[in-house]
C-alpha cells in the first residue's frame, strides 16, 4: 500500500519562492519497477489539474502553466518529491497534492486527475500580490 503525505505548503508574495514536499511510504522502485509521481494543484471552483510529473526513471512533464518557474525531483532513498516553485503569482494559489501511479510511466495523460490511484491529503500554498 502506498501512502503519501505532503508538506511545505504557505502564505508567500508573489515572485516568492516555496518548496513542496511528499513523502512517498511503500512506494520502492524495488516494489515497483516503474512509476510515475505527479503534483496537482486545485483552487476553488477549479478542476484539479496536472502541474508536473515525474517517471521513476527520472523523466519529468510540466505543464505550460508551470514550465520555467516549477522544477519537480524526487529522492529515491529518502522516497520524497518534491517541488520547488519560483516565482509565484497570485495565480498560482491553490491546494497542491502529491499523487501517485504504480507499475507505469508518465508517458500517459498524467495531467488528468483520473491517470492516479493514491494521493496525499494536500497542502495549502497562497500567494498574495
Known amino acids: 500500500q502506498v501512502q503519501l503525505v505532503e508538506s511545505g505548503g504557505g502564505s508567500v508574495q508573489s515572485g516568492g519562492s516555496l518548496r513542496l514536499s511528499c513523502g512517498a511510504s511503500?512506494?520502492?522502485?524495488?516494489?515497483?519497477?516503474?512509476?510515475?509521481m505527479a503534483w496537482f494543484r486545485q483552487a476553488p471552483g477549479k478542476e484539479r489539474e496536472g502541474v508536473a510529473a515525474?517517471?521513476?526513471?527520472?523523466?519529468?512533464r510540466y505543464a505550460d502553466s508551470a514550465k520555467g518557474r516549477f522544477t519537480i525531483s524526487q529522492d529515491k532513498a529518502k522516497s520524497t518529491l518534491y517541488l520547488q516553485m519560483n516565482s509565484l503569482k497570485p495565480e498560482d494559489t491553490a491546494v497542491y497534492y502529491c499523487?501517485?501511479?504504480?507499475?507505469?510511466?508518465?508517458?500517459?495523460?498524467?495531467?488528468?486527475?483520473?491517470?492516479?490511484?493514491?494521493w496525499g491529503q494536500g497542502t495549502q500554498v497562497t500567494v498574495s500580490s
Open positions: 499523487a501517485a501511479r504504480t507499475y507505469d510511466y508518465c508517458s500517459g495523460p498524467w495531467y488528468f486527475a483520473w491517470y492516479f490511484g493514491y
Open positions: 515525474i517517471d521513476s526513471d527520472g523523466s519529468t
Open positions: 511503500g512506494l520502492t522502485y524495488s516494489r515497483y519497477s516503474r512509476y510515475c
